[in-house]
T-cell receptor, first 109, second 113 residues
Framework: DAKTTQPPSMDCAEGRAANLPCNHS???????VYWYRQIHSQGPQYIIH???NNETNEMASLIITEDRKSSTLILPHATLRDTAVYYC??????????FGKGITLSVRP | DAGVIQSPRHEVTEMGQEVTLRCKPI?????LFWYRQTMMRGLELLIY????????DSGMPEDRFSAKMPNASFSTLKIQPSEPRDSAVYFC???????????FGPGTRLTVT
């Protein structure tokens, strides 16, 4: 599976959009981009995934560049409860998730 | 649905003892995963099952670790004998089909003294 690169941390103000970047320059054509998050002391939680089209659900939007080498997870109106570690994962058809260090998002009041 | 259920939530044991962690996946999910999380190594996949059959156990650290899935609603991860370096949070996750979102349980925090 392709490797991903995320900055170690970022913060944003409550109520503002949080844009979390991820680089996956070695992604291959059949690999999906998944985002999970882990709130302190809880199990990881699925957020969204996509192949090449942008995706949106009730939690977030996923924007994938045309060359698929990077993506951005957008939380449109961040709340304090969105403070967590966010993992960007690229995986193929084998269902295996390889978690990296993720990006720690801190939402400030 | 109650989600993925893990027991116990906390386990403290002495080095050399056998430890058994339990997981009940979400009903109807064909895939079950065991992960381990430590500060040093992050979140690692240990083993996963499809329809009760182990598919990939390449993440199992050594022969002291074993996992079974006797039926679609129950899985165990056993460590025998346990060592202090096994101290970690162990997560179980399930998924309804291949390459789909995984639903994680609350984890079991294991401390080996």
């Amino acid at each position: 599976d392709a490797k991903t690169t995320q900055p170690p941390s970022m913060d944003c103000a409550e109520g503002r959009a949080a844009n979390l970047p991820c680089n996956h320059s070695t992604i291959s054509g059949n690999e999906y981009v998944y985002w999970y998050r882990q709130i302190h002391s809880q199990g990881p939680q699925y957020i969204i995934h996509g192949l090449k089209n942008n995706e949106t659900n009730e939690m977030a939007s996923l924007i994938i560049t045309e060359d698929r080498k990077s993506s951005t997870l957008i939380l449109p109106h961040a709340t304090l409860r969105d403070t967590a570690v966010y993992y960007c994962i690229v995986t193929g058809a084998n269902s295996k998730l390889t978690f990296g260090k993720g990006i720690t998002l801190s939402v400030r009041p | 649905d109650a989600g993925v259920i893990q027991s116990p939530r906390h386990e403290v044991t002495e080095m050399g003892q056998e430890v058994t962690l339990r997981c009940k996946p979400i009903s109807g999910h064909d895939y079950l995963f065991w992960y381990r999380q430590t500060m040093m190594r992050g979140l690692e996949l240990l083993i996963y099952f499809n329809n009760n059959v182990p598919i990939d156990d390449s993440g199992m650290p050594e022969d002291r670790f074993s996992a079974k899935m006797p039926n679609a609603s129950f899985s165990t991860l056993k460590i025998q004998p346990s060592e202090p370096r096994d101290s970690a949070v162990y997560f179980c996750a399930s998924s309804p089909r291949e390459n789909y979102e995984q639903y994680f349980g609350p984890g079991t925090r294991l401390t080996v003294t």
